[in-house]
């Protein structure tokens, strides 16, 4: 997903001479054919993850179109006063692609892990909340940036992921995605989370259930009319993230359910990280099942919320 992302930074400059790469000390090798191509609108920075937010800012004030990629928890906790002075108050259209949202960057333990990047990030004016499901649908995201008039922050999962979306389907920033249909239920998810929903919902449907999964790739601006039409005739809604609970998709769906139907409150129900940071150190999928963000956990939740 990542070199994806990156790869669309380098074909986005070839149709359009303000884009511009920033990046924060990400090793040799990172985009080099663009590096050697446009070596004008290629900048390299050490670890000063503030100063390039700000250097992103007077570039967007010049006219050109910066896409900055270093990790997820740099991006937010080390920069939230340069992203949201420099870049959110001045509405300006620079993208932040953060590497490792979730519990990617496991072995580093809680210091690298973007557990509450999607809270942090939609709570600010202007700003716009990606996470995207695949590699694919990074693709079908950051092709589609280019004329984004405001800032956007783009959450990166590990890459290597399996494809699941589907280019039918199309893509556009705010407009959640049905991937599956369903009647008795549905999942509604974001980034790669979509995958376990997916097959979660194929393991119910061997119980006799049909349950859907709602992909909502963009949190802020939210789809509310899509997704409360997705949901407002199933018996059981279920979201599922890898964020804490505290602010993500599923506090956004109470949310925009409470202002605009609070008869759908009580369907509801959240799986996420706990509001804690990580006690644990090892692999991703480890994370995964110590935080209880596992297809058992989607099922035990999705019968008890139907009633079975």
Not at 3 to 27: E, M, P
Not at 85 to 106: E, M, S, W
Not at 197 to 213: M, P, Q, S, W, Y
Not at 226 to 239: M, P
Request: aromatic content about 6%; hydrophobic content about 45%.
């Amino acid at each position: 997903m990542r070199k994806t992302a990156l790869d669309c930074v380098h074909k986005l400059a070839k149709q359009d001479g303000r884009v511009v790469f920033i990046g924060s000390d990400l090793g040799p090798g990172v985009l080099e054919k663009m590096k050697v191509e446009f070596p004008e609108r290629f900048f390299m920075e050490g670890v000063s993850e503030q100063y390039i937010v700000g250097m992103a800012a007077g570039f967007a004030m010049e006219g050109f179109i910066p896409y900055v990629n270093t990790i997820a928890t740099f991006l937010t906790r080390r920069c939230y006063e340069q992203v949201a002075v420099d870049l959110c108050i001045h509405d300006l259209p620079v993208r932040l692609i953060a590497n490792g949202g979730g519990g990617v960057y496991a072995p580093l333990g809680p210091t690298h892990l973007a557990i509450e990047d999607i809270a942090i990030m939609r709570a600010l004016p202007n700003m716009a909340v990606v996470a995207p499901c695949d590699a694919d649908e990074m693709n079908r995201l950051m092709m589609s940036t280019l004329e984004w008039p405001h800032p956007i922050y783009i959450r990166l999962a590990k890459g290597g992921d399996k494809i699941v979306s589907d280019a039918k389907n199309g893509f556009e920033l705010g407009k959640s995605i049905r991937m599956r249909e369903g009647k008795d239920g549905m999942f509604v998810t974001t980034g790669v989370m979509a995958q376990l929903a997916l097959e979660t919902a194929e393991a119910l449907h061997t119980r006799g259930l049909d349950i859907g999964v709602l992909h909502v790739h963009t949190i802020k601006p939210f789809d509310t009319e899509g997704v409360i039409k997705a949901i407002e005739n199933v018996g059981a809604v279920v979201t599922v993230e890898e964020h804490i609970v505290n602010g993500g998709l599923g506090s956004t769906l109470l949310e925009v359910c409470s202002e605009h139907r609070p008869d759908l409150l009580q369907k509801i129900s959240r799986v996420g990280i706990p509001d804690k940071f990580a006690t644990e150190y090892g692999s991703q999928s480890s994370l995964l099942k110590h935080w209880g963000i596992t297809s058992d956990t989607l099922v035990d939740v999705m019968l008890k919320k139907i009633g079975k």
